[in-house]
């Protein structure tokens, strides 16, 4: 896809969910060598303990979701939305089990299988693959994660229940995501939530309050929802969201018109802010959900 066509997709709703794997395929490919400056393997969001770091915080994050689906060695763990297998690999060396991440960007897929190797390395797999269309059977995995990605999906109902179709009776399904606040008129979402999606390539996100229902019509037993905030400090996130902006504006710098584009550079430099604002205002949430299979 050409950075033009990807400019005219992403600008309205209709064109991101109807185009939604090449519009994220695109984004992903473009943000994620400077994504990889200030968030390295991981790219996501955390809740921070007073005095942590970055990393320290996204670990705390990927262990905290890892105890709560009662993930131990051996168990055959799915990751929907991999990025570049950060996460998996934290949570392979935490609990022994073996993961396979699955993502929609090819060039992700292909970044994180070259990064990772060793030992854990051998208990990683990763696969090009839509959260909507699964490739796997009936009840393949022990327990699964995401972590800031179905998001994406145009349809979160289905992916929800594709999840519900991989994952065996009585396991785990967590994770953690961006919502909308419960409620918001048009005219707010218009207003707060529109500008961060089309920053971040998203279609749309749906309301906090719809999460539980969501998951129960599946087919699991949610154990818990809560927000980031319920668990840590959401601010230093705004912080390393700036200077990730800054830095898309400075590889953006003199680039030619084969690279990204200055009207690209833009959207990038906004979505920070967008996605600050937002979330201050409580128009967007970061929550997170306990759920398990009903057998």
Request: proline share 4%; charged share 25%.
């Amino acid at each position: 896809m050409q950075n033009t066509e990807y400019l005219e997709l992403v600008e309205t709703a209709g064109g991101r969910e109807n185009h939604y794997a090449r519009v994220v395929d695109r984004y992903y490919e473009l943000v994620t060598p400077m994504c990889r400056d200030v968030w390295s393997d991981s790219f996501h969001l955390a809740w921070f303990a007073e005095g942590q770091r970055l990393h320290e915080a996204q670990r705390t994050m990927q262990r905290w979701l890892a105890d709560r689906g009662g993930f131990t060695a051996g168990d055959e763990l799915l990751d929907v939305g991999c990025g570049i297998g950060g996460p998996a690999a934290n949570v392979a060396e935490y609990t022994g089990a073996t993961v396979t991440g699955v993502n929609i960007c090819g060039h992700q897929v292909r970044v994180a299988r070259s990064l990772h190797t060793g030992d854990v390395g051998r208990r990683l797999t990763f696969v090009e693959a839509d959260a909507m269309h699964l490739p796997y059977g009936p009840a393949e995995f022990d327990g699964v994660y995401s972590i800031e990605a179905l998001c994406y999906t145009p349809d979160k109902s289905r992916a929800y229940a594709e999840v519900a179709r991989v994952v065996k009776p009585g396991g785990a399904f967590v994770g953690a995501d961006w919502f909308c606040a419960d409620d918001l008129s048009e005219a707010d979402y218009a207003r707060w939530v529109e500008p961060m999606c089309r920053a971040f390539a998203i279609p749309r996100v749906i309301p906090f309050g719809a999460v539980r229902e969501h998951l129960e019509t599946a087919g699991f037993e949610v154990e818990s929802v809560s927000r980031y905030d319920d668990h840590g400090d959401v601010a230093p996130n705004w912080r390393l969201c700036d200077d990730n902006a800054a830095s898309a504006a400075g590889a953006g710098a003199g680039a030619g018109s084969d690279s990204r584009p200055e009207s690209f550079e833009s959207l990038l430099e906004a979505s920070a802010p967008a996605l600050r604002d937002a979330c201050t205002a409580g128009k967007v949430i970061m929550g997170c959900w306990v759920a398990r299979r009903r057998g």
